[in-house]
């Protein structure tokens, strides 16, 4: 089974940067779109950003555009979310997920894998 295991979060005061990294394993990385996700305190998960497999390809959600870049490095396994200018509206549990057609979708359920999730708080 693919194991998926992010990492990264932390506290961090508004304005501030994190980068989340998820490192795959037990499966073809290489071959997989990725995606990041996250839920916030008594909000349904959503998709924040997601990569073909190639890296060719993006996706941002309105709310992060310009402030969030997705990137990957299939030598290493390993998908990327920097996270720039946080926003008190960023908190929340950050997971990256596979999808094992390789391309974008936005729809959470076409997922196939899921990490375990990090905490991402921003203080006001």
């Not at 194991?3 to 990294?21: D, N």
């Not at 924040?48 to 993006?58: F, P």
């Not at 309105?62 to 870049?69: E, I, L, M, N, Q």
């Amino acid at each position: 089974q693919v194991q998926l295991v992010e990492s990264g979060g932390g506290l961090v005061q508004a304005g501030g940067s994190l980068r989340l990294s998820c490192a795959a394993s037990g499966g073809t990385f290489s071959n997989y779109a990725m995606g990041w996700f996250r839920q916030a305190p008594g909000k349904e998960r959503e998709i924040v950003a997601a990569i073909s497999w190639s890296g060719d390809s993006t996706y941002y959600v309105d709310s992060v555009k310009g402030r969030f870049t997705i990137s990957r490095d299939n030598a290493k396994n390993t998908v990327y979310l920097q996270m720039n200018s946080l926003q008190f509206e960023d908190t929340g549990v950050y997971y990256c997920a596979a999808e094992t057609t390789g391309e974008i979708v936005q729809i959470t359920r076409w997922y196939d894998y899921w990490g375990q999730g990090t905490q991402v708080t921003v203080s006001s």
